[in-house]
């Protein structure tokens, strides 16, 4: 009955989501600011028809978030499900093979902004709720709070305050949530660990105008070739970060644990041709799969100064700016990792410049129990519906709230999530494969009913 | 007579030029393409206005030469004055305290794109002719071709084809221009060297896409930030730049040669005052004008790659790019130059990235000679409306048609410029002081004097 209520209505599904994805929720840029609105009043809608109670557009001093619940018997356990409605801007366009907010579906795979960051993955929660509700295997069997957001990609700031003022009423015995994947199609995996952030803008100043690269070059530091060697010397020829302190508090994992890790299938080549590079690179002493989770990173996310246009242009420009990121491992604190990048990164201007850090949201890492009944209820559902049991993986990527979730309301996350590395998510084309999404679909109800059989009073 | 017809006419030269510079015309920007043909075709009608003969538009593959001649007598020196009606890319706009192509007039100065550098240079000359033609003081008492460009700021290519096909028609025994400076109003100096250019934009390439990085971060070299460790290794901790062979061939003054230049008055405080920097930088071992002058140098002209919108985007790029220019001093040579630079760049690649560089235009260094009629009668002028004998100098900027003028034509020229080092050449803001036009006019015609009573045959 459900695999056919799934059937008989993956269509409309899949059209749904696509209308969605058509909406241009970028929350990093305030010219779509009417756009994310939009994109929360269709999700208020939808979880309406789907029979959600008392949803609302819950402001913020940014982004409304949108709340509703379904709260059937005080005997049943709670889970509160997050998502977010805002996505990742869409630039560089150029490089989009179909426009970002026109979804296609081609190849099976859903081509969007959002398709998979979080979208698709939230609206895998509506219609798996729309599901238990009609397909009549037994109705919904826990009682369910939705609280989707509108600015997980600019870092959550309101959604903290909206958590700290509503404790009482974001009340759960745990927080499910979609925003990971999984190893492969036929390789189930549920994250157990994910990466912390400190995020930097970076502003380099020289002289106090552009100035001719003839009649001044030589004689003065230029900002840029300075914020080139700042930026270099922040890596050694290992690949280890230069910052003084940054590795102090990492959490180095026992031998054991590393066994246990590089369990989980990987195959080099594939991934090395999945990218299109001959060689893989980072830190010495540890593999790929672990330079992605259980290892700490620096990069640069953007870099910019003067003359960027078609032609040759002799400048020497006044100032040079950089987006610099590193991901933290458990036992690392946004707030520790800031300070001390700051600290260093303006200790290291050389004569000539100053230099502005200015940060952006920071997130922490964190790791998930695996031993609790909402672990064994997701692992147990996903071997359901895959046939297979999932492999528990630590993530190199950030979701901040879901520590700030356990710091704020003491409730643990499980990270069930549909998508796939290769999915693009953060870069052009961006996609989420209709395998995935329908999979999601039909996962979701499976873990209630696991977890309602464990844990009602 | 001659001070009472620029007195007399002053405003309206003022107000023609300003006409000119409303006319954006930016070469390296294809968008401009018909502006650039509009100010070709103003030209042309003030020249003909002024009484030259024979104003054409010579077609090139890229923008028109202008050519115009007035043929007096054989038996009086000719002199081929150049110039060039293209300008600068005026971005970044919004650091222009008004828009660079509404030229005002405030505090005594011209602020244009193009003000000085070098519609407002070349426009001297056309004034100075029509001085001459109706001051009632003697005429034009040399033959004189006029050639201005329209490509300057983007290599002069097609000039120097112009130039091969035309070796005839542009016979002379002297080059004039006006595209440099002189050391400040009230001490006048003669540029007797310049810099030559190689000019580079590099391309680096990693991963086939953008990823997103906290599932790709620490796994995947940076294309970021391996173009910043590249970048930073070309200097070492001295400023000696470090691709090999790079000074095999460069000059090296003898002690009374550079005591000879350092002549020249220069005031240290006043130089970093007038660029906001507390400390003067450079290559170790060299003074300031040095830097600038006789020691060749290497800076990064523009830089881009990754996310450079506003707020945070976890993304490592696939591609990053720099515009990378050398000057080059004698006995260097831009085919040598960029053929190091291509190699060495090339070579220094870290694994993970592959790069490519593509040459823009380069230029060769250049010394004129001060032995010559030509730069005695120009130093003369100087001497009689400054009233103090000009300081020969060497200029750190590159004029590469100088040295093509030699090669090709075998002409030298004289560098009888009337800007400043303040005046923002290139940068936003430029301007040119009207005492500096209304000088240069004043100056032309003693040249044209002085020459001609040294050089008549």
């Not at 009682?143 to 959604?159: P, R, T, V």
């Not at 903290?160 to 390789?187: C, H, M, P, R, Y």
């Not at 290892?295 to 040759?312: C, F, H, K, Q, S």
Request: hydrophobic share 40%; with cysteine.
């Amino acid at each position: 009955m459900a695999a056919s209520y799934l059937a008989d209505n993956q269509q409309r599904f899949l059209d749904e989501l696509l209308d969605w994805l058509r909406i241009p929720s970028v929350s990093a840029d305030p010219k779509f600011q009417g756009d994310v609105r939009r994109a929360a009043d269709f999700l208020k809608a939808r979880l309406e028809e789907a029979g959600v109670n008392n949803v609302a557009l819950c402001e913020t001093a940014g982004n409304p978030i949108v709340y509703g619940d379904y709260l059937t018997d005080p005997a049943l356990p709670t889970v509160l499900v997050y998502g977010h409605y805002d996505v990742q801007p869409a630039d560089p366009y150029e490089l989009w093979q179909s426009p970002p907010f026109e979804p296609v579906i081609k190849d099976g795979k859903i081509y969007a902004r959002g398709a998979c960051d979080d979208k698709g993955q939230a609206y895998m929660h509506v219609k798996a709720f729309e599901m238990m509700m009609r397909d009549g295997q037994g109705g919904v069997p826990c009682n369910i709070k939705f609280m989707i957001e509108g600015e997980e990609e600019i870092g959550s700031n309101n959604l903290a305050l909206f958590v700290q003022a509503n404790k009482e009423k974001l009340q759960a015995d745990v927080i499910l949530l979609s925003d990971t994947g999984i190893i492969a199609n036929d390789v189930p995996s549920i994250e157990v660990g994910l990466r912390g952030l400190s995020y930097h803008e970076v502003e380099v100043t020289g002289p106090n105008r552009d100035l001719h690269s003839g009649l001044y070059g030589g004689a003065v530091q230029n900002p840029i070739n300075a914020l080139c060697a700042m930026i270099a010397s922040l890596h050694d020829e290992n690949g280890h970060i230069t910052i003084p302190a940054f590795y102090a508090n990492v959490e180095e994992l026992t031998p054991a644990a590393r066994a246990e890790l590089a369990k989980a299938p990987f195959n080099e080549a594939e991934f090395e041709a999945s990218i299109g590079l001959p060689v893989a690179y980072g830190e010495a002493g540890y593999s790929t799969p672990e330079r992605t989770s259980i290892r700490p990173t620096l990069d640069v996310n953007g870099i910019w100064g003067g003359y960027t246009g078609e032609g040759a242009k002799t400048v020497i420009a006044s100032k040079a700016f950089a987006k610099i990121s590193m991901r933290l491992v458990p036992n690392q604190t946004s707030d520790e990792i800031t300070a001390l990048f700051q600290e260093h990164f303006t200790r290291i201007a050389p004569a000539g410049v100053t230099v502005q850090v200015r940060p952006h949201h920071g997130g922490e890492p964190v790791v998930t129990p695996t031993d609790s009944a909402a672990y064994r209820a997701a692992a147990a559902a996903m071997e359901t519906t895959f046939g297979k049991a999932p492999v528990p993986t630590r993530g190199g990527g950030s979701i901040p709230i879901v520590a700030m979730f356990k710091s704020e309301l003491g409730i643990d996350s499980v990270l069930l999530g549909f998508g796939l590395d290769s999915d693009a998510i953060h870069s052009p084309n961006e996609h989420f494969g209709v395998f995935n999404f329908l999979k999601g679909i039909e996962t979701i109800p499976h873990f209630y009913r696991n977890y309602a059989a464990a844990e009602t009073r």
